[in-house]
Structure formats: structure tokens, C-alpha cells
Nanobody, 126 residues
Framework: QVQLVESGGGSVQTGGSLRLSCVMS????????MAWFRQAPGQERQFIKA????????FETSIANGRFTISIDNAKNTLYLQMNNLKPDDTAVYFC???????????????????WGQGTQVTVSS
């Protein structure tokens, strides 16, 4: 059974930094990609960044450009999100996700992902 477990969330002040980690276990395949999403109260889940398992390709939107960096260590089955210069609008539950080996949708959409972590809370105070 595939499991994704996030860690590293917490409460910081504006301008602070956090590093989220997501460890994948129980898999017998290499996912095509892994990603970070976030969901603020009352809002839809929002794609942040994705990276192919090989590490060759990164997919991202304008969200947190220049402030968030995604990386992957497939030897450790771990996905990271380094978040710098955090702002109150970054407050949300952050989820990691993994695709199957073969994808069926854009990795920038939730539809591509079969496996999700439980989420980790990030709170940024002004």
C-alpha cells in the first residue's frame, strides 16, 4: 500500500522559511512525477509545483515563483519543498502527491495523482 507522509509544517512569521518533506513508501513502481498542492480554508486545492521522478523536469505556476523550490531525492523516496520569504497568503494545508507510473492527465492537475499525503499545516502570521 502506497503511503505519502508529509512533515515540516508549522507556524512562522512573515519572511520566515520552512522546508516540507514527503516520504513515499510501500510502492513497487517509480511514479512519473510528484507534486505539492495546497488548500486554504474555503478554497480549492491549488497546484504549486511538480517534478518528474527522474528530476529532469519541473512544472510550476506563477505561485510563489522565486520563493518556493521543489526538489526530489529518489534514492530516499523523498520530495521536498523549500519555502522562503513566506507570506500570510501562503497559509494553507500543504499536500504532496504522486502519480502512477503512467500518467493520464497533466501533472499540473490533481487528476494526474492517485496517491496523496494527509497534509501538513503551514501558518504564516503577519
Amino acid at each position: 500500500q502506497v503511503q505519502l507522509v508529509e512533515s515540516g509544517g508549522g507556524s512562522v512569521q512573515t519572511g520566515g522559511s520552512l522546508r516540507l518533506s514527503c516520504v513515499m513508501s510501500g510502492h513497487t513502481f517509480s511514479p512519473h512525477a510528484m507534486a505539492w498542492f495546497r488548500q486554504a480554508p474555503g478554497q480549492e486545492r491549488q497546484f504549486i509545483k511538480a517534478k518528474t521522478w527522474t528530476g529532469y523536469n519541473t512544472f510550476e505556476t506563477s505561485i510563489a515563483n522565486g520563493r518556493f523550490t521543489i526538489s526530489i531525492d529518489n534514492a530516499k523516496n523523498t520530495l521536498y519543498l523549500q519555502m522562503n520569504n513566506l507570506k500570510p497568503d501562503d497559509t494553507a494545508v500543504y499536500f504532496c502527491a504522486a502519480t502512477p507510473q503512467q500518467i493520464r492527465a497533466s501533472v499540473m492537475t490533481a487528476d494526474a495523482y492517485d496517491y496523496w499525503g494527509q497534509g501538513t499545516q503551514v501558518t504564516v502570521s503577519s
